[in-house]
């Protein structure tokens, strides 16, 4: 059964610092690896998605990379700022079986960024 | 940009009754699915649902959900008969591909008194 987990459960940075947020995942046999942000009290909004082939993605400010064999992923934040504060998730999608795009999530790093 | 959106972002109801979730999916999404965010827990997956059938369902999703598209845009959640443990934040989500990128709704939180 495959099991996420994010280190660290919570950060705090000042404003202005580069950060790396870790997933970890025990299954290493997955189609994907997405990276969420939850917003309190709210819906999840994608980041980012590796496939499997590939090692890292980037978008603006976020590279997110993956090492499959070793069941590792880090989203990398660039130049914090306030409004990056949030809960980040990741989730993979399984392959193998009978999978039909069923994520399995971490429980989330709430990321705290101070002015 | 498209959004998948939900209905109401909030109910309340009375243990034992039945509860309708309602989501709209981005209109040329083919894949579904429905997950849950217990309160201070992980958000768990309850369904996938492709061609009008159900792909997967969790051990979560008993006898007591289903799952519909009744046209051509909604897709619902129903608890047939609420229980208290079934207070959650329940979030619809949509794809274009099975394994592509997941959007999800802002949520539904059903609280069960």
């Known amino acids: 059964k495959q099991e996420v987990t994010q280190i660290p459960a919570a950060l705090s940075v000042p404003e202005g610092e580069n950060l790396v947020l870790n997933c970890s995942f025990t299954?290493?046999?997955?189609?994907?690896l997405q990276w969420f942000r939850q917003d309190p009290g709210k819906g999840l909004t994608s980041l980012l998605l590796?496939?499997?082939?590939?090692r890292e993605q980037t978008s603006g400010r976020l590279n997110a990379s993956l090492d499959k064999s070793s069941g590792r992923s880090t989203l990398y934040i660039a130049a914090s700022q306030p409004g990056d504060s949030a809960t980040y998730l990741c989730?993979?999608?399984?392959?193998?079986?009978?999978?039909?795009?069923?994520?399995?999530f971490g429980q989330g790093t709430i990321l705290t960024v101070h002015p | 940009e498209p959004e998948v959106t939900q209905t109401p972002s909030h109910q309340v109801t009375q243990m034992g009754q039945e509860v309708i979730l309602r989501c709209v999916p981005i209109?040329?999404?083919?894949?579904f699915y429905w997950y849950r965010q217990i309160l201070g827990q992980k958000v768990e997956f309850l369904v996938s649902?492709?061609?009008?059938?159900?792909?997967?369902k969790s051990e979560i999703f008993d006898d007591q959900f289903s799952v519909e598209r009744p046209d051509g845009s909604n897709f619902t959640l129903k608890i047939r008969s609420t229980k208290l443990e079934d207070s959650a934040m329940y979030f619809c989500?949509?794809?274009?591909?099975?394994?592509?990128?997941?959007?999800f709704g802002p949520g539904t939180r059903l609280t069960v008194t």
């Open positions: 649902f492709y061609n009008n059938e159900i792909s997967e």
């Open positions: 209109s040329n999404h083919l894949y």
């Open positions: 299954d290493s046999a997955i189609y994907n």
């Open positions: 989730a993979v999608d399984n392959a193998g079986g009978t999978s039909y795009g069923k994520l399995t």
């Open positions: 989500a949509s794809s274009v591909f099975i394994q592509s990128k997941q959007y």
């Open positions: 590796i496939q499997s082939s590939q």
